[in-house]
């Protein structure tokens, strides 16, 4: 149980299109979703808090009009990184937090690496 | 958020027990302590969670003292399979959402 999925497992594109990446809960409903990057040997960086039906929160630094956020379901959240960059290439990582089981348990998903050219 | 201290760095040989510790001297009283298990190019894994004195399950125990400004992960008979990075985190219920600040981390390397 808890499984978290992305898709899609990596993406390349080119510099100046947009790229959108899903994060599903397959097995449990998540109020709460948080998307993250991490560059090479780098630890995870959260960029944003998700919450169902309403707007994402963003952490200090992060564009939230380059990184665009959705969550229109309890089972579904969506980044869209806007007229990417070669400096955009990185790997995204979400997670869920699973509103039926230990309250502070998240579950990540295999995240998705994004290379700009 | 409590901000947490680990070795960068940690090297064992299979079948032998490894011990990681994590320092985070402001924890609040409402803070749990979770660790995470990251290979390369995946997303991290839960590997235990706790608030005090001694949690255990199938894969790790986790050792919190007392005063709770510290605790030890412990890894039984590592493998190779094992080598990844393990990630402290301390954090606590707030409302909906319950942020999640990763350190470092520490990069353990089980060899022959």
């Known amino acids: 149980g808890a499984v978290v999925s992305q898709h899609p497992s990596w993406v390349i594109c080119k510099s100046g299109t947009s790229v959108k990446i899903e994060c599903r809960s397959l097995?449990?409903?998540?109020?709460?979703m948080f998307w993250y990057r991490q560059f090479p040997k780098q630890s995870l960086m959260l960029m944003a808090t998700?919450?169902?039906?309403?707007?994402?929160?963003?952490e200090q630094g992060v564009e939230k009009d380059k990184f665009l956020i959705n969550h229109a379901s309890l089972t579904l959240s969506t980044l869209t990184v806007t007229s990417a960059h070669p400096e955009d290439s990185s790997f995204y990582i979400c997670?869920?937090?699973?509103?039926?089981?230990?309250?502070?348990?998240?579950?990540f998903g295999p995240g998705t690496r994004l290379t700009v050219t | 958020l409590a901000k947490t201290t680990q070795p960068i760095s940690m090297d064992s040989y299979e079948g032998q027990e490894v011990n990681i510790t994590c320092s985070h001297n402001?924890?609040?009283?409402?803070?749990?302590i979770t660790w995470y298990q990251q290979f390369p190019s995946q997303g991290p894994r839960f590997i235990i969670q706790g608030y005090k004195t001694k949690v255990t399950n199938e894969v790790a125990s986790l050792f919190i003292p007392a005063d709770r400004k510290s605790s030890t992960l412990s890894l039984p008979r590592v493998s190779l399979s094992d080598t990844a990075v393990y990630y402290c985190?301390?954090?606590?219920?707030?409302?909906?959402?319950?942020?999640?600040?990763f350190g470092t981390g520490t990069r353990l390397q089980v060899t022959l």
């Open positions: 097995d449990f409903q998540a109020t709460t």
């Open positions: 985190l301390v954090g606590g219920y707030t409302g909906t959402a319950s942020k999640l600040t």
């Open positions: 997670s869920a937090r699973d509103l039926g089981r230990r309250y502070y348990e998240q579950y």
């Open positions: 998700s919450n169902e039906g309403s707007k994402a929160t963003y």
């Open positions: 402001n924890i609040a009283t409402n803070d749990y």
